[in-house]
């Protein structure tokens, strides 16, 4: 005899089958992990800093 399978069910674990994969998808292409992201920021805030510090203070409200 054949296994009895409800339908419903098949097609919601269908779908969250198909949400998982394109949510995987979408984490590849958009998402970074926490530590690149305040690597990132690091990098950013040391540029700035060096930049500031190579600044010319004219003294005259420039």
């Known amino acids: 005899m054949a296994e009895l399978v409800n339908l ?15 949510a995987h998808a979408h984490r590849l292409a958009h998402g970074r992990p926490n530590q690149q992201r305040k690597l990132a920021d690091a990098q950013q805030d040391k540029a ?3 930049l500031d510090r190579h600044r010319i203070d004219m003294g005259d409200g420039r």
């Open 48 to 50: 700035r800093r060096d």
């Open 8 to 22: 419903r069910t098949a097609r919601k674990r269908a779908k969250r089958r198909a949400d998982d994969q394109r």
